[in-house]
């Protein structure tokens, strides 16, 4: 038999051969097709001429299949049931019972953000694991290939192609200190310049806005520790004299526990627009679609807390 063009078969051929193979009938099976007997007969001898093959012959009222024909069907049959299953529906995601791993990259200065979606992950889905990293130089182009879930980013960091994103919401700055700091009594551009800050070290990626507004009103801010993490700065604040000048969501759950004071900064610092990125390819993923919007969620209430401190 010749080499046969697969660009020439019709795959509806091939599933009327295997209903005819079932039924024994072109009646029969134009009932179950809901297609005429003459559509039937006509489909047949096409896939007869592109095949070579008779396939089935009428004898004594009904269609008997060749030997080619029944080697045939046993082929057919489960590539049909292999490309329903393939074509058919996704089943819903469901987060009661999913084992799901998401990797998350997200900055630690929104650990309480972190820690309210943690308590949803546990009450929704109690069997996903969830792995938390923060920002790197890398972040932007492991979520573009899959290696990471979801990140949240400030928007101007450029972002390969194979990256969504979702703008969540922005970052609006303050100045943080203990109760009863001596800032307090004056605050003002004099005494944010006076007193020494503690600064987050993260890196040069983004410029940092805080230095790029103090600059622009012919203030520098007065160094006074550099620290790895936002974890480290409330403790920090509690027992010294030292101010900071923070996203508001970076220490907002931290106010009473450490006793701290918040004031607005004395000069206008810009929001910082963050999103939500994740990698294209997840785009219609039930479940990467169920974490984006529990995080979108609880990101967007925690920052309206945070917001009313101001």
Same mark, same amino acid.
């Given at each position: 038999m010749n080499k046969i063009d697969l660009r020439k078969v019709d795959l509806n051929l091939l599933l009327l051969f295997e209903t005819l193979m079932r039924e024994g009938s072109v009646s029969k099976t134009a009932e179950q097709l809901g297609r005429t007997q003459s559509a039937i007969s006509?489909?047949?001898? =096409?896939?007869?001429?592109?095949?070579?093959?008779?396939?089935?012959?009428?004898?004594?009222?009904? *269609?008997?299949?060749?030997?080619?024909?029944?080697?045939?069907?046993? $082929?057919?049959? @489960?590539?049909?049931?292999?490309?329903?299953? #393939?074509?058919?529906?996704?089943?819903?995601?469901?987060?009661? /019972?999913? /084992?799901?791993?998401?990797?998350?990259?997200?900055?630690?200065?929104? *650990?309480?953000?972190?820690?309210?979606? *943690?308590? =949803?992950?546990?009450?929704?889905? @109690?069997?996903?694991?969830?792995?938390?990293? #923060? @920002?790197?130089?890398?972040?932007?182009?492991?979520?573009?290939?899959? %290696?990471?879930?979801?990140?949240?980013?400030? $928007?101007?960091?450029?972002?390969?192609?194979?990256?969504?994103? =979702?703008?969540?919401?922005?970052?609006?700055?303050?100045?943080? *200190?203990?109760?009863?700091?001596?800032?307090?009594?004056?605050?003002?551009?004099?005494?944010? &310049?006076?007193? @020494?800050?503690?600064?987050?070290?993260?890196?040069?990626?983004?410029?940092?806005?805080? /230095?790029? &507004? &103090?600059?622009?009103?012919? %203030?520098?801010? =007065?160094?006074?520790?550099v620290v790895p993490t936002f974890g480290a700065v409330a403790p920090l604040l509690a027992q010294t004299n030292m101010l900071t000048t923070l996203p508001v969501i970076a220490l907002a759950d931290a106010m009473e526990r450490f006793e701290l004071q918040v004031k607005p900064v004395p000069f206008a610092i810009p929001d910082m627009p963050h999103v939500l990125a994740w990698s294209t390819r997840l785009n219609n993923d039930p479940a990467s679609q169920w974490l984006r919007e529990c995080f979108a969620e609880i990101y967007q209430v925690k920052l309206a807390e945070a917001g009313r401190l101001l």
């Open positions: 006509h489909a047949l001898a =096409r896939l007869r001429d592109q095949l070579g093959d008779p396939l089935l012959v009428k004898v004594g009222g009904r *269609m008997q299949p060749s030997p080619y024909a029944l080697e045939l069907v046993e $082929e057919v049959r @489960p590539l049909l049931r292999s490309i329903e299953r #393939i074509l058919s529906p996704r089943e819903a995601f469901d987060a009661a /019972t999913s /084992t799901r791993r998401f990797r998350l990259v997200v900055p630690d200065l929104a *650990m309480n953000l972190f820690s309210h979606l *943690m308590q =949803r992950i546990q009450r929704e889905a @109690p069997n996903i694991l969830i792995e938390w990293d #923060i @920002p790197k130089f890398s972040t932007p182009v492991d979520v573009a290939e899959g %290696l990471v879930d979801l990140a949240l980013l400030p $928007e101007a960091i450029p972002k390969p192609e194979g990256v969504a994103s =979702r703008r969540v919401g922005d970052f609006q700055w303050a100045c943080f *200190m203990r109760v009863g700091h001596p800032a307090l009594q004056r605050w003002g551009k004099k005494a944010w &310049a006076g007193w @020494p800050h503690i600064v987050v070290g993260i890196g040069d990626r983004v410029h940092n806005p805080v /230095t790029s &507004a &103090a600059e622009k009103v012919k %203030l520098q801010r =007065r160094t006074g520790l």
